[in-house]
């Protein structure tokens, strides 16, 4: 088997995917912009063979490394970049080499635009927030005028909080239309809920591998825009009637053969037509693992190994990694440089040295929503999760 690994080099942990390929005998070959040598040896050791390009984003100059590659060793079985920035380009690497093994460039559409996303979660009967599509300040007013303020807008095609805005009254609405860029946007009533994720991994016949979930704070966008600290975890178990809503998405949207990462709110309060309070509701799919180091803090959430299982569905579309019952919470809590905090890295790691499993500074292109500094611990319950949130994160 050859499989493709586009951009293996970030974020750092990204080696293991491809580790974990080559254990089981794939053929592992990299596209990416990074200099050989200053590839980790860990991830040279996970390729058979690296192909750099001069830039990424330069399509033809990709498509040669791949033309590249399949004649040198021959038809191409798998494209894949784990990563949300590079679906649109793997996608179109697919169609044009013909592989079969994951979204063509027309399938692709239906899980990267917002809008086109509704149709979907009906189809499998999760409720979403009304919506518009975002065309002039007139209809967008009548909008806001049925659903009520406030509405957020966001980039019908976008990746993460940037460019969203939360719009409260009629005067927000004429700065939205005055500052927003030149993009497709959408408009949505405004949901009050906590998010939750529904991650998982499925095999070629839509069913999943491995189910995870993870809860975030109600707006990344605020974290984003406001520069505030950013704490999640990683829950013990799924919560039920999530694993059902996330099962019926993945059957609904007809995708196989990936890591999945589904957002959802749960109502914090009932909203009319569309749940009571605890209800969950569909907020957008990610047909990708969850960004930064979520992989890991599953891993070590489940004491599994998610990279392993995601190499076994790709080799031989069953899971391998047994189960060990040793499941419980793993929380992220990270810091921001522009902030003072009361308790110091050498407190930190005095009162919880021996729960933390990762700590370190983030690179600066993921610090805008991740923050400067992690700390990534295991937690025995939800309880001793929000403990540790707040004792990292408490502000001078």
């Not at 080499?97 to 990267?112: E, L, M, P, W």
């Not at 518009?132 to 300040?137: A, P, Q």
């Not at 793993?330 to 990762?358: L, P, Q, T």
Request: glycine share 6%; proline share 4%.
């Amino acid at each position: 088997m050859n499989f493709i690994f586009i951009s293996p080099q970030f974020p750092h942990t990204y080696w293991l995917w491809c580790n974990r390929l080559k254990k089981n005998g794939v053929n592992v070959l990299g596209i990416g912009d990074t200099p050989y040598d200053e590839l980790s040896y860990e991830l040279k050791s996970s390729l058979n063979e690296y192909y750099k390009v001069s830039n990424m984003e330069n399509y033809d100059e990709v498509f040669r490394a791949v033309a590249f590659f399949s004649f040198k060793y021959g038809k191409i079985d798998w494209i894949e970049s784990n990563n949300e920035y590079w679906l649109t380009q793997d996608a179109r690497l697919r169609t044009d080499f013909n592989i079969t093994t994951g979204a063509d460039s027309k399938q692709v559409q239906k899980y990267r635009y917002k809008s086109a996303m509704k149709k979907y979660y009906e189809e499998a009967g999760v409720p979403t927030a009304r919506y518009l599509k975002v065309t002039t300040i007139d209809k967008a007013l009548a909008f806001a005028d049925e659903v009520s303020y406030p509405v957020f807008a966001k980039p019908d095609n976008g990746v993460g909080a940037f460019g969203t805005y939360k719009i409260e009254n009629k005067k927000d609405m004429e700065a939205f239309f005055n500052d927003k860029p030149n993009t497709p946007y959408i408009m949505e009533e405004f949901i009050t809920g906590d998010i939750y994720s529904y991650d998982a991994i499925i095999n070629s016949k839509y069913e999943p591998l491995f189910e995870s979930m993870s809860q975030f704070p109600p707006s990344i966008s605020e974290i984003v825009n406001k520069s505030l600290d950013l704490a999640y975890y990683t829950a013990a178990d799924v919560n039920e009637n999530l694993r059902k809503l996330g099962r019926a998405t993945v059957k609904a949207f007809k995708v196989n053969q990936r890591f999945v990462h589904m957002e959802f709110f749960r109502l914090t309060k009932a909203k009319k037509g569309l749940g009571k309070k605890g209800d969950f509701i569909g907020l957008e799919v990610n047909m990708r693992p969850a960004g930064g180091y979520t992989p890991d803090m599953m891993n070590f959430a489940h004491a599994t190994d998610v990279y392993q299982i995601w190499a076994d569905m790709v080799t031989y579309d069953e899971r391998r990694v047994e189960e060990n019952g040793l499941d419980h919470y793993c929380v992220f809590a990270s810091r921001r440089d522009i902030h003072n905090y009361v308790h110091s890295h050498d407190e930190i790691m005095a009162k919880y040295g021996d729960k933390i499993v990762m700590n370190e500074r983030m690179p600066d292109v993921l610090a805008g929503t991740m923050g400067n500094y992690l700390y990534t611990a295991h937690a025995q319950d939800e309880e001793a999760a929000k403990e540790f949130i707040a004792f990292v994160q408490e502000q001078a």
